[in-house]
């Protein structure tokens, strides 16, 4: 291996590298942006409800009922 080889870094991640050099807080503003989001208090009661009154679909879903 030669003296001058360095590993290889693709432009996107160099970007990343630099994007969280610039602000070290961007990680900690993604994780509060995804719990206002995705992280929710799942209601059991609710999710049994909506099992509950699934109607099952036809067959070929595009025939009419004779």
Known sequence: MP???????????QFIEQLKSQRPALEEEQRRGRSLLWDKA?????QEGYAE??????????????
């Open 42 to 46: 799942v209601d059991a009661e609710a």
């Open 53 to 66: 009154s699934r109607v099952a679909q036809q067959p070929y879903v595009y025939q009419t009922k004779s």
């Open 3 to 13: 003296l001058f080889w360095k590993p290889y870094k693709s432009d996107v991640t």
